[in-house]
């Protein structure tokens, strides 16, 4: 069964950065595409980044590029999510997902999310 | 980065028909642009229900459904379940750039 479970949120000053983990189970990290999604309160769906399979190419919404970076720990099955210079309208449920497919950067199996609070 | 266009809410009847709909202001929606349909209710995780337009997944139930019309993706639910109130976002993709639409809130009533 395909699981996945976030961690690493928390209550982070502004300015600081955070990594979150997603630990996958049941397949290998590695020959699909993941994703991280996130929905601040009372908002949408925000799309965040994607690793594809394989060598791993990364994709990023425009509005967060250079401040996030997606990587994958293919020795633990580990997807992460490293982000820098928080800000409080960061503050959100952030969900990994796993793709359809190797190239997938689309959602279609999702984990329960971690919360992100950013405040001083 | 493309702006996806949803109708902010629509309310269907229990046993009624309702379709959603989902535009881009980079023009008509196509296969090539992986679209997709995800449920969200509150406090859950997000479920995705389409893939590709019009595949269901093993958890979707039948009474969902994708299509296109016209330029625009296309979701219709038959036989409204109370169950199905809930916010659905559709997706599209731009050379691996995800962009989600503002999402429907469909209250069944």
Redesign the interface.
């Known amino acids: 069964e395909v699981q996945l479970l976030e961690s690493g949120g928390g209550l982070v000053q502004p300015g600081r950065s955070l990594r979150l983990s997603c630990t996958a189970s049941g397949f290998t990290l590695s020959a699909y595409g993941m ?1 991280w ?1 996130r ?1 601040a309160p009372g908002k ?4 965040i980044s ?1 690793i ?1 399979g394989g060598e791993g ?1 990364t ?5 967060l590029k250079g401040r996030f970076i997606i990587s994958r720990d293919d020795s633990t099955n580990t997807l992460a999510l490293q982000m820098h210079s928080l800000r409080p309208d960061d503050t959100a449920t952030y ?1 990994c ?1 796993k793709g ?1 497919g190797m190239y ?10 971690t919360t992100v609070t950013v405040s001083s | 980065q493309a702006v996806v266009t949803q109708e902010p809410s629509l309310t269907v009847s229990p046993g009624g028909t309702v379709t959603l709909t989902c535009g881009s202001s980079r023009g008509p929606v196509t296969s090539g642009h992986f679209p997709y349909w995800v449920q969200k209710k509150p406090g859950q995780a997000p479920r995705t229900l389409i893939h590709d337009i019009t595949d269901r997944h093993p958890w979707t139930p039948a009474r969902f459904s994708g299509s296109l019309l016209g330029v625009k993706l296309a979701l219709t639910l038959s036989d409204a379940q109370p169950e199905d109130e809930a916010d659905y976002y559709c997706l599209v993709t731009y050379a691996g750039v995800v962009v989600f639409g503002g999402g429907t809130r469909l209250t069944v009533l």
Do not use: K
């Open positions: 994703v999604v929905q949408g769906l925000e799309w994607a594809v190419d994709y990023y919404a425009d509005s969900y997902a359809l997938s950067t689309q959602p279609v199996v999702w984990g329960q999310g």
